[in-house]
């Protein structure tokens, strides 16, 4: 049974991949500092999958630690979500996030070509864009310069790698994400945000829920339909399964390059009043919102083209909206009602 790393395992994106991991047959080791997740989230995999994966407390920004590991655990390839993501907060503290996001992922890339670990899959961002010129927004486009410290860790992190594959022959895959969100269908796990939520869902379900007075729409003066920004919200259970389909496609040795890059999305645009609306819709529930000013940093719109991914990963998305909004919803009731016993 192959035996595969999970960085950051415990949080949003990697809980939700470790369990499709399991799932389709892989032993899954988890790293996890625990600096944006909860060790809860390790049982809730184990009662979502029957396994509760081995799981190794530590700082990757800590080489002898990184090290350490690799002397006493055998893996065959690497999922690295580990990174702090939050943009505004990035502006604030730049070099704690160069630290972590590009620190961290050169001593792992150090372990895996002094032990010949072949496949990586790296957890980047359709922030890479910037505002692209076309949409839907597809591989080819250009890579703008970054906004935040944030998308220029995802920028250099992607540089990186390409370099490691050139000069190491390391077979790497990196998936550009748009929006995750929503729950796993056991409501056993989900979005855990710590503090004020940054992005816009689970604000949204914390509003819902009285958690949060009331949700600020940042401006609705941009050039599109209803005025209010487009994104490409995935259900992270589709997101959480193009992991497996780009490791898969490492490990039957199928990729055409050494580093690959793919834009994970549902290929459709809505904005934040169309999400507000379905909210609601799904949850039949009205929403205590604003319109405030923009937000620094926002792009107008951000879609997926998601043809090369469907072709070249055998994937596609299988959820609706609704359901992400839905689950979404009834997870963070879920943490209300366990919070409050
Ligand atoms: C979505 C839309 C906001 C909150 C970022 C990163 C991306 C990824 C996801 C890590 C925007 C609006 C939001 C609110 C609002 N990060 N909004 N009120 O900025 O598209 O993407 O998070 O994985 O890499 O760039 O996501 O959810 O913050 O914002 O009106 O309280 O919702 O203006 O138009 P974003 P978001």
Excluded at 255 to 274: A, D, H, L
């Amino acid at each position: 049974m192959k035996k595969i790393l999970i960085t950051g395992g415990l949080g949003f994106i990697g809980s939700h991949t470790v369990v499709e991991l399991q799932n389709a047959g892989f032993d899954v080791v988890i790293i996890d500092d625990l600096s944006n997740s909860s060790v809860e989230v390790l049982n809730n995999i184990g009662r979502i999958t029957g396994t509760t994966p081995e799981y190794h407390q530590i700082d990757l920004r800590v080489k002898e630690e990184v090290k350490n590991f690799f002397n006493k655990v055998n893996v065959d390839g690497i999922i690295h979500f580990a990174a702090f993501k939050a943009v505004g907060e990035s502006v604030q503290k730049p070099l704690d996030y160069y630290e972590n996001n590009i620190g961290a992922l050169v001593y792992l890339l150090q372990e895996m070509r002094d032990r010949n670990i072949d496949h990586f899959i790296f957890s980047s961002s359709c922030t890479v864009y910037g505002q692209a010129d076309e949409l839907p927004i597809t591989e080819n486009a250009p890579i703008k310069p970054a906004e935040s410290p944030y998308g220029n860790t995802k920028q250099i992190g992607e540089e990186i790698i390409r370099d490691t594959c050139k000069a190491n022959g390391l077979n790497a895959i990196a998936l550009r994400y748009f929006n995750p969100i929503g729950a796993h269908d056991s409501l056993k796990i989900g979005e855990l945000p710590l503090g004020v939520p940054q992005n816009l869902v689970p604000y949204i379900t914390q509003t819902a829920l009285g958690i949060r007075e009331q949700l600020s729409v940042y401006g609705d003066d941009y050039d599109t339909p209803d005025g209010t920004p487009i994104r490409d919200y995935i259900h992270v259970v589709d997101l959480a399964k193009a992991h497996v389909a780009a490791l898969q496609r490492l490990m039957e040795k199928k990729n055409k390059e050494n580093f690959e890059y793919f834009n994970i999305g549902t290929g459709k645009g809505n904005s934040v009043i169309e999400i507000i609306n379905a909210f609601e819709q799904t949850n039949d529930l009205k929403l205590n919102y604003k319109i405030v000013a923009r937000r620094e940093g926002d792009v107008t719109a951000a879609f997926a083209d998601t043809t090369i991914a469907n072709r070249e990963l055998g994937w596609k998305t299988e959820k609706t909206l609704n359901e992400a909004l839905k689950s979404a919803y009834e997870w963070q009731k879920k943490q209300t009602v366990d919070t409050l016993k």
